[in-house]
Nanobody, 120 residues
Framework: QVQLVESGGGLVQAGGSLRLSCAASGSNFIIHSMGWYRQAPGKQRELVAG???????NYADSVKGRFTISRDSAKNTVYLQMNSLKPEDTAVYYC??????????????WGQGTQVTVSS
């Protein structure tokens, strides 16, 4: 199986920065894309940023210019650099990977979620 292990998150002041990391572990899989989602209190989960295997990225309009997604393919790791954080960025952030596993097939895998809280 494939597991996603997250690190990062925490409490920061508005205008501050955080860097989230997520590493996929296991064997016999191919990662087509990885991304970060978030779910704020009372709201639906939304895609924050994604990165494809070829390096193409996409961002939610609300984070463009502030967040940067990147990956280290050798480590099967995706990062989310979050700058100029705003209180409205407060949410649980989830790592996601679109993975083709050579035994179980294609599926989405999720990290456990990490809390990001931005204070005023």
């Amino acid at each position: 199986q494939v597991q996603l292990v997250e690190s990062g998150g925490g409490l920061v002041q508005a205008g501050g920065s955080l860097r989230l990391s997520c590493a996929a572990s296991g064997s016999n899989f191919i990662i087509h894309s990885m991304g970060w989602y978030r779910q704020a209190p009372g709201k639906q989960r939304e895609l924050v940023a994604g990165i494809a295997s070829g390096g193409n990225t996409n961002y939610a309009d609300s984070v463009k210019g502030r967040f940067t997604i990147s990956r280290d393919s050798a480590k099967n790791t995706v990062y989310l650099q979050m700058n100029s954080l705003k209180p409205e960025d407060t949410a649980v952030y989830y790592c996601n990977a679109d993975i083709l596993h050579l035994v179980t097939g294609r599926n989405d895998y999720w990290g456990q979620g990490t809390q990001v809280t931005v204070s005023s």
